[in-house]
């Protein structure tokens, strides 16, 4: 295990580079981290990603695993120790299930709003909060998915919370309804007490909020009139 090389390239604002880091960190796996400049990718990223180029990837002994979802199944399968999954075959599905239903409605809900205007967003605002109700829903009272721990789930997918709210406060759109969606609220800050190793890898929010602050001037600026 000593001289497994485990390197991830990732972007420190990325939430997909995020749960790497989440899972690599609960699993206890030392490895490097290169920062990625998103406007001039390294020929290692264009190396070892080469169909999307995009971060995040995992290099375990030189060889790439990219897509953030993949990766974590890889990590899962690769360190048995602290699993993240449950040992139920019919529990590991609904997680699986439940992290591709965040990553397939959940986030480009948020993304949308946060990227579109006028009626289009409303639209997509209003299908976000429809995606998050159902969430809201399946997390119920549970202060995490994983109920008495983190699992798969929080790992792959409780970031959007703090995304959700950020947009919420960059384009004046209420996207997470504390009355109506209460646990979720919470969910996020939730999994930062249950494991607090993950707070050294996860960006403040006031530095992420004014990162996003600048993004959203510069994709407003440059959308056509």
């Not at 019919?90 to 409605?105: I, M, P, Q, S, T």
């Not at 986030?107 to 909060?129: C, D, H, L, S």
């Not at 930062?192 to 890898?201: D, H, N, Q, V």
């Amino acid at each position: 295990m000593a001289s497994e090389k485990v390197k991830l390239l990732g972007y420190w604002a990325s939430p997909f580079a995020l749960k790497v880091h989440w899972a690599l960190k609960l699993k206890g796996i030392e490895y490097d981290y290169q920062e990625e400049d998103l406007s001039n990718k390294s020929p290692l990223l264009l190396q070892y990603n080469p169909v999307h180029k995009k971060i995040p990837v995992l290099v375990h002994d030189g060889k790439p695993i990219a897509e953030s979802l993949v990766i974590l199944e890889y990590i899962e399968e690769t360190w048995k120790h602290n699993p993240l999954l449950p040992e139920d075959p019919y529990e590991r599905a609904k997680a699986r299930f439940w992290a591709k239903f965040v990553d397939d409605k959940c986030v480009p809900g948020i993304f949308g709003t946060f990227a579109k205007v006028g009626e289009e967003q409303q639209k997509i605002a209003k299908e976000a909060r429809e995606s998050l109700k159902i969430l809201e829903g399946e997390l119920g009272k549970k202060r995490v998915f994983g109920d008495t721990k983190i699992g798969f789930m929080d790992v792959a997918s409780a970031w959007i919370i703090c995304w959700a709210q950020i947009v919420e406060e960059v384009v004046d759109i209420k996207l997470i309804d504390a009355e109506e969606m209460p646990s979720l609220v919470s969910w996020f800050q939730n999994v930062l007490e249950a494991a607090p190793i993950l707070k050294e890898c996860t960006p403040p929010k006031d530095k992420l909020l004014e990162h996003n602050k600048g993004f959203h001037k510069m994709l407003v600026a440059s959308a056509p009139s």
